[in-house]
């Protein structure tokens, strides 16, 4: 069953604008979150600060998940994500928010990714964008699901929308990049809007 109580454990404020949106069909009657909207600068004090230590997109979305759920005493959704460039091995994978440092930009993961596959051929610059959605509650218990995005990537950084490496990832059968994709469009073809998708549906059946 999917819980009327939700927190969103998480304060990116990318990740806030598109879990909300992609959830706005839940029939959750009260949604906590760690980051408000009208002043997107400040942070709850209530909300843990959750270092990702996890070698895995599951096991960080649950460390997120289950820290929140635990200080609120309500169920948590949380995910983890990041891009695999398949010339690069996978990498950047689970370190794509760090991949330029622990505290890196997305301006500078954006560029040192562009470096790194600069003399890569334009047919082999193939990536995917994958996504592990989680619920949790406070007893520890979780559901989780995931999704993928298939594409490659371009040199030239394109679009003003999404956020991390949208500008320079073109999905599969698309010319535009996801930076220049509505948040609608890309909410429906996205690797976090098909976790999201498939973990209501598996909440649906508990």
């Known amino acids: 069953m999917i819980p009327t109580e939700l927190a969103l454990a998480t304060t990116n404020e990318g990740k806030i604008r598109e879990i909300s949106a992609i959830c706005v069909d839940w029939p959750v009657k009260k949604w906590h979150f760690g980051r408000s909207f009208a002043q997107p600068e ?99 218990r979780g559901v989780w699901a995931e999704g993928t995005c298939e594409g490659r990537l371009i040199l030239e950084p394109r679009g003003t929308g999404g956020f991390g490496y949208d500008p320079i990832f073109v999905r599969e059968g698309e010319s535009r990049t996801m930076a220049e994709l509505t948040d609608d469009e890309k909410n429906a073809i996205s690797h976090r809007g098909r976790a999201f998708r498939a973990l209501r549906a598996k909440l649906a059946e508990g």
Request: glycine share 8%.
């Open 42 to 140: 400040q942070v709850s004090r209530s909300w843990p600060n959750v270092e990702e230590t996890g070698d895995t997109y599951l096991e960080n979305a649950l460390l997120k998940a289950r820290a929140v759920a635990t200080a609120l005493g309500v169920p948590a959704l949380a995910d983890d994500s990041g891009i695999e460039v398949e010339a690069l091995g996978g990498a950047p994978g689970v370190r794509s928010a760090r991949f330029a440092g622990e505290d890196a930009t997305d301006q500078a993961n954006l560029r040192l990714l562009i470096d790194r596959i600069r003399d890569v051929p334009e047919a082999e610059r193939t990536a995917r964008y994958r996504c592990v959605a989680v619920c949790a509650w406070p007893d520890r």
